[in-house]
């Protein structure tokens, strides 16, 4: 609730005043979207690093946490590496974690890497498509829109 309503200072204090939240993946995961709607790359990877080594569940919505800060300018090594997160966790197949990746591959011009990532994806959504045809345009390449369809 706290992090919904941008009280993320708050939510993390209720987070460390429970025992119970430093076992349950959806604790992590409502203050990982909490930073990651803030843009606080750092609090983000220090949370994760602390999930891991607690050996809290990784999930899908841990990894859609992870990566939304990466589409930030700058972030794309901590992408990259998230992306490498999401494979070892077999996560990165999933359609939104897939759509996360791709529209952060694009929006950081590595149109390459989201042709690649978009080649991959066992099942294309209309977000799938319009992440990579958005990526195309912002890229100056949208002749290469006609080559997707």
């Given at each position: 609730m706290y992090g919904k309503c941008s009280l993320i200072d708050n939510a993390r204090q209720v987070f460390d005043e429970n025992p119970?939240?430093?076992?349950?993946?959806?604790?992590?995961n409502?203050?990982?979207?909490?930073?990651?709607?803030?843009?606080?790359?750092?609090?983000?990877?220090?949370?994760?690093c602390e999930m891991r080594g607690l050996g809290v569940e990784i999930?899908?919505?841990?990894m859609l946490?992870?990566?939304?800060?990466?589409g930030i300018p700058g972030n794309l090594g901590l992408?990259?590496?998230v992306h490498g997160f999401c494979v070892k966790?077999?996560?990165?197949?999933?359609?939104?974690?897939g759509n996360c990746l791709l529209t952060m591959y694009v929006k950081s011009?590595?149109?390459?890497?989201?042709?690649?990532?978009?080649?991959?994806?066992?099942r294309k959504g209309?977000?799938?498509?319009?992440a990579m045809i958005n990526g195309y345009a912002q890229n100056g390449l949208a002749n290469n829109v006609f080559g997707t369809l």
């Open positions: 119970q939240s430093r076992k349950l993946t959806v604790c992590y409502s203050l990982l979207s909490g930073y990651a709607l803030k843009s606080r790359v750092k609090d983000v990877v220090v949370l994760f999930n899908g919505v841990t946490g992870l990566v939304q800060p990466c992408g990259m590496c966790f077999g996560l990165d197949m999933d359609s939104s974690v011009g590595e149109i390459d890497c989201g042709r690649k990532l978009f080649n991959e994806m066992p209309l977000i799938t498509w319009n």
